[in-house]
């Protein structure tokens, strides 16, 4: 096999009893909560203590990288990697850039962060479909005569989200509908990320930054606010600047696409990401994982993989 792309979720699709499959079948899985657990004092293993509000962002990323952990011991070998938002943070740990323990604290920070600018700047996000980018962001430039609006994701060419205060976002609608755009979803997103209303979390996370510690990667992990590889010299400021910058993730799944691979697969809630992909480059093979049946689907094309080529390893 020549390698895959991994797609590591972010928020949005995270749901009740997330890995409690996976959980009562697979021990790396299990390791993975327990050495986490340990990492920022919270029993993970808690069904209700994964659901908590407070707890999104670990859940995501620990979830996460228990199922990257078992495919991996199982045959998955990354050849580049990408992750939307919070998601770049399990790619670049799954690479190796990022240590998993030492960064669980950092990202229950980055939560707290977000959460405190939120309160201070209520906020909504709205998904505009099939709507050209270019006629989004005269939208947003109209609408911000009358609030704070701006592109927050450039997920794939059918869906741009918007994000700022209320009135903006509504005289941005506006804008759109006048325009011809015939669907605009709202998100469930009490804070506006990726837009300037994160500038006060933005500028906390830069100081915590400093004493994270930085590695080199195994495999190349693409950032979604500058479409170019993490590197050891860049990964802070990418970090610290994601929270206020446009993510670009359709760009993203472009540069993937151009690095050999065998198949993309999706590791963490949801098949958003994956729905992207498709979106982006409609030919490409994909998978999902975020249950035991899923994760099983991989590891069988994993095998199928290997017993077609057995001597690509």
Not at 41 to 65: G, K, R
């Given at each position: 096999?020549?390698?895959?792309?991994?797609?590591?979720?972010?928020?949005?699709?995270?749901?009740?009893?997330?890995?409690?499959?996976?959980?009562?079948?697979?021990?790396?899985?299990?390791?993975?909560?327990?050495?986490?657990?340990?990492?920022?004092?919270?029993?993970?293993?808690?069904?209700?203590?994964?659901?908590?509000?407070?707890?999104?962002?670990?859940?995501?990323?620990?979830?996460?990288?228990?199922?990257?952990?078992?495919?991996?011991?199982?045959?998955?070998?990354?050849?580049a990697a990408s992750g939307l938002s919070l998601g770049e943070y399990s790619a670049?740990?799954?690479?190796g850039m990022l240590s998993f323990a030492q960064t669980l604290p950092f990202i229950?920070?980055?939560?707290?962060?977000?959460?405190?600018?939120?309160?201070?700047?209520?906020?909504?996000?709205?998904?505009?479909?099939?709507?050209?980018?270019?006629?989004?962001?005269?939208?947003?430039?109209?609408?911000?005569?009358?609030?704070?609006?701006?592109?927050?994701?450039?997920?794939?060419?059918?869906?741009?989200?918007?994000?700022?205060?209320?009135?903006?976002?509504?005289?941005?609608?506006?804008?759109?509908?006048?325009?011809?755009?015939?669907?605009?979803?709202?998100?469930?997103?009490?804070?506006?990320?990726?837009?300037?209303?994160?500038?006060?979390?933005?500028?906390?996370?830069?100081?915590?930054?400093?004493?994270?510690?930085?590695?080199?990667?195994?495999?190349?992990?693409?950032?979604?606010?500058?479409?170019?590889?993490?590197?050891?010299?860049?990964?802070?400021?990418?970090?610290?600047?994601?929270?206020?910058?446009?993510?670009?993730?359709?760009?993203?799944?472009?540069?993937?696409?151009?690095?050999?691979?065998?198949?993309?697969?999706?590791?963490?809630?949801?098949?958003?990401?994956?729905?992207?992909?498709?979106?982006?480059?409609?030919?490409?093979?994909?998978?999902?994982?975020?249950?035991?049946?899923?994760?099983?689907?991989?590891?069988?094309?994993?095998?199928?993989?290997?017993?077609?080529?057995?001597?690509?390893?």
């Amino acid at each position: 096999m020549t390698g895959s792309i991994g797609l590591f979720s972010g928020q949005g699709q995270q749901f009740l009893g997330m890995g409690q499959d996976i959980y009562s079948q697979e021990s790396l899985y299990r390791e993975t909560l327990a050495e986490a657990s340990d990492a920022v004092h919270l029993d993970l293993t808690d069904p209700e203590v994964m659901a908590s509000s407070d707890n999104t962002q670990i859940s995501i990323v620990v979830f996460s990288m228990g199922i990257y952990r078992v495919l991996a011991h199982d045959g998955l070998a990354l050849t580049a990697a990408s992750g939307l938002s919070l998601g770049e943070y399990s790619a670049l740990i799954a690479s190796g850039m990022l240590s998993f323990a030492q960064t669980l604290p950092f990202i229950q920070d980055r939560e707290r962060y977000m959460s405190e600018a939120g309160e201070k700047h209520p906020a909504a996000m709205a998904a505009v479909m099939k709507a050209d980018a270019q006629l989004v962001n005269e939208a947003c430039e109209s609408a911000r005569k009358q609030g704070k609006v701006y592109i927050a994701n450039y997920n794939s060419p059918r869906q741009i989200v918007i994000g700022g205060d209320q009135q903006g976002i509504d005289a941005a609608k506006a804008y759109l509908l006048a325009k011809g755009v015939k669907r605009i979803v709202p998100v469930n997103m009490s804070v506006a990320s990726h837009t300037p209303l994160m500038a006060e979390a933005s500028e906390r996370l830069a100081e915590r930054i400093e004493s994270l510690p930085i590695h080199s990667g195994q495999f190349s992990v693409i950032s979604n606010t500058i479409n170019q590889p993490f590197t050891v010299s860049n990964l802070k400021d990418t970090l610290v600047n994601q929270l206020i910058k446009p993510t670009h993730f359709s760009e993203n799944i472009q540069s993937l696409n151009a690095v050999p691979h065998d198949f993309f697969v999706e590791i963490g809630p949801g098949k958003t990401l994956s729905k992207f992909a498709k979106q982006t480059v409609s030919d490409i093979e994909t998978y999902s994982v975020d249950n035991i049946e899923s994760l099983n689907a991989v590891r069988k094309r994993i095998e199928e993989g290997e017993k077609a080529w057995p001597n690509r390893k």
